[in-house]
């Protein structure tokens, strides 16, 4: 009999867990399902090693190529806008034949024209109000002598005034330039490059240069100076240079020889005006009108048309790379989907089991999805390896510098692993569409 008073105690009811908290763990469980399914994948691809590095060789091959060639053309993009821009954006130059010619045809056309002169520098020099600076060069090539020894192929450039130096971009590293009424009189002498001392010289500290004599085309010229070396580019020394007064070029050359016009503007907002000055100021003495486009009789550049020639040669190296890299990722794309699906036929009875236990078809498809990505994963993130790797000894070799792009490693590993998926996804969906019952049958 129960006292008065006092109450059977009632069993304690399990709080019910808040939506709120099973949202909050979702995102965590599924991580660790993720990561699980990494582990195993990770252990699949170390119990079968030769398997896997047969599977990594075409992933790395493509991705290498790509790495390689992009890092390369890169720094070789860099080493040509330096060189080409050495004069910077402010200078363009007024010619008889344009500085690249196409076709035979072209060359016919071209050498019909006018000769630019030393009165059209002049007329430029007055007429042309946004110019900062005008002078006039004129090139020959010749073979340059010292003692017994001698320089082949050596770029002779005649210049007046002496601003042309400041108008090439080119400074003194010893000596000096000559002085105006020293290139008026037409005085023997001579500014050279670093690729005369390497020739003529041994490779003499520049300052024992100066003073010394050498012979262009038969004739004594006195050097007076040495330029700070400009370097190679495609494998042709900048430096195999000589500068003459151009009155002394005129002596041994004669001056019927059509000229270079060089031209520089204070700032490269003003060129566009500049250029057009000098284009109606050249048109007159060539007598065609505004209207009159189809030849000018002479040409007016810049030298971004050396960029645009060397941008549309690198474009077709990029489109042909492109090609191979994705033939060489279409065959690691198609081993990974072969050595995947002979691991789905040797793993069919374990994910039977894993299926009998409770695996969800999801389950089984990330797995195998995972484990095509990893391997196609660590292929791109050992390509690029490699390709940084090839890149850095080609351009030791050939002396441009290296432009390592994080972006590039970055796609790298990103379009390997877009393999992976691509690659992965029919042995998972085969894995995963497997019955449990006939997959436990499986010996």
Known sequence: MERSGEHKAEPRRAMPVSLSARLRSFPLLRLTAIWEAFR??????????????????????GVTAVIAVVTIIKGLDKTVAQTFSSQGSTVFTVSKNPQIIKSREEFIKFNKRKDVTHEDADAIRRLCTACWRVGIAANAVETVKHADQK?????????????????????????????ESEGESGREICVVGTGILKNLFAEAPAD?????????????????????????????????????????????????????????????????????????????????????????????????????????????????????AAVSLV?????????????????TKEIGIRKAIGARRKDILTQFLIEAVTVTAIGGAIGVGTGFGLAYVISALIGFPLLISVASAVLGVGVSSIVGIVSGLWPAWRAAKLDPIEALKAE
């Open 40 to 61: 195993v994948a990770t252990s699949s691809l170390r119990a079968n090693k030769l398997r896997t590095s047969l599977t990594l060789m075409g992933i790395i091959v």
């Open 151 to 179: 320089a082949e192929n050596v770029r002779v450039r005649g210049v007046d005034p002496i601003t042309m130096f400041d108008i090439d971009g080119v400074t003194i590293d010893a000596g000096r330039i000559w002085t």
């Open 208 to 324: 024992r240069a100066v003073g010394q004599e050498i012979r262009i085309a038969g004739r004594p010229y006195l050097v007076i100076g040495v330029l700070e070396p400009l370097g190679s580019i495609f494998g042709f020394s900048r430096d195999n240079v000589v500068y003459i007064p151009y009155s002394t070029y005129q002596k041994s050359y004669g001056a019927r020889r059509s000229l270079v016009v060089f031209t520089q503007v204070p700032e490269a907002e003003q060129l566009e005006v500049a250029e057009d000055q000098v284009r109606t100021v050249m048109r007159n003495r060539r007598g065609h009108s505004l209207a009159d486009d189809d030849d000018e009789g002479f040409s007016l550049e810049t030298q971004d048309v050396f960029l645009n020639l060397y941008g549309s040669a690198t474009s077709n190296i990029y489109i042909v790379t492109i090609g191979v």
């Open 331 to 347: 065959v690691g794309g198609i081993v990974v989907m072969n050595i995947m699906l002979v691991s789905v036929t040797e793993r």
